[in-house]
T-cell receptor, first 112, second 110 residues
Framework: EAGVTQFPSHSVIEKGQTVTLRCDPI?????LYWYRRVMGKEIKFLLH????????ESGMPNNRFLAERTGGTYSTLKVQPAELEDSGVYFC??????????FGPGTRLTVL | GQNIDQPTEMTATEGAIVQINCTYQ??????LFWYQQHAGEAPTFLSY????GLEEKGRFSSFLSRSKGYSYLLLKELQMKDSASYLC???????????FGAGTTVTVRA
């Protein structure tokens, strides 16, 4: 069974540009989560989808971040416009229900 | 909110035992997870505790005391490949999101 995949693995962009991260969850997992880890800090929750609906977006830092999950399969996280403090590793995870979350390898975002 | 503490670094010798402690303060508790993360890779699920006591899985065991807000991960018969970051994460009662500690980097020496 394929795990959670994320694309790209790395992204380097200039401040003010737009970046879109993609996550493909484990097939059949209705729950999809976005987390991020900024330098030297712990992994922090961003938001949670159940199928195509946003269940909890309490961790989204501001309105420059937009997450979508059209069709309830893969998800995208867009940062527009990117700022220096957005640099970090963005993880996606998925779960079948309220159980174990399986993580992807992350996208390392660098904003210059 | 959640406050989760674990040591920053630990070093141990191949074949030895290491215990990684995690303490948490939470407004609502619904389970504690341990993940292993090698550099540049995905955090990998190791164990889950929701009731008090010890859960054993091969060389890895995890313990939970809810009254003390305390857990530990025990790694036995350490191997070089166990060198990694170990993440303690707590799930809240009313939602699915995980709150993570900063992680403990374990270095296994020959």
């Amino acid at each position: 069974e394929a795990g959670v995949t994320q694309f790209p693995s790395h992204s380097v962009i200039e401040k003010g540009q737009t970046v879109t991260l993609r996550c493909d969850p484990i097939s059949g997992h209705d729950n999809l989560y976005w987390y991020r880890r900024v330098m030297g800090k712990e992994i922090k929750f961003l938001l949670h989808f159940v199928k195509e609906s946003k269940q909890d977006e309490s961790g989204m830092p501001n309105n420059r971040f937009l997450a979508e999950r059209t069709g309830g399969t893969y998800s995208t996280l867009k940062v527009q416009p990117a700022e220096l403090e957005d640099s970090g590793v963005y993880f996606c995870a998925s779960s079948l229900d309220a159980d174990t979350q399986y993580f992807g390898p992350g996208t390392r975002l660098t904003v210059l | 909110g959640q406050n989760i503490d674990q040591p920053t670094e630990m070093t141990a010798t191949e074949g030895a035992i290491v215990q990684i402690n995690c303490t948490y303060q939470t407004s609502g508790f619904n389970g504690l997870f341990w993940y292993q993360q090698h550099a540049g890779e995905a955090p990998t699920f190791l164990s889950y505790n929701v009731l008090d006591g010890l859960e054993e899985k091969g060389r890895f065991s995890s313990f939970l005391s809810r009254s003390k807000g305390y857990s530990y991960l025990l790694l036995k018969e350490l191997q070089m490949k166990d060198s990694a970051s170990y993440l303690c994460a707590v799930r809240s009662y009313n939602d699915y999101k995980l709150s993570f500690g900063a992680g403990t980097t374990v270095t296994v020496r020959a």
